[in-house]
């Protein structure tokens, strides 16, 4: 089976807006980890800050 011209440049269309789409999913998955990771640090530090009250009030 071979594809007319017009079909093969659509296929081509539409392959690359599927990379760019998948190029921009790309991103706004990497800004939601790095908010994640923003939120784990914040989290860390609570915890050490309540680590470390609860050892001076079983001292």
Known sequence: ??????ARQYDLDALKAN???????I????AEIE???KEI???QMLINVLEEDQKKSTH
């Open 19 to 25: 990379v760019e789409k998948i190029k921009n999913n």
């Open 1 to 6: 089976m071979e594809l007319s011209k017009e």
């Open 41 to 43: 640090e914040r989290l």
């Open 27 to 30: 991103v706004m998955f990497e």
């Open 35 to 37: 908010k994640e990771k």
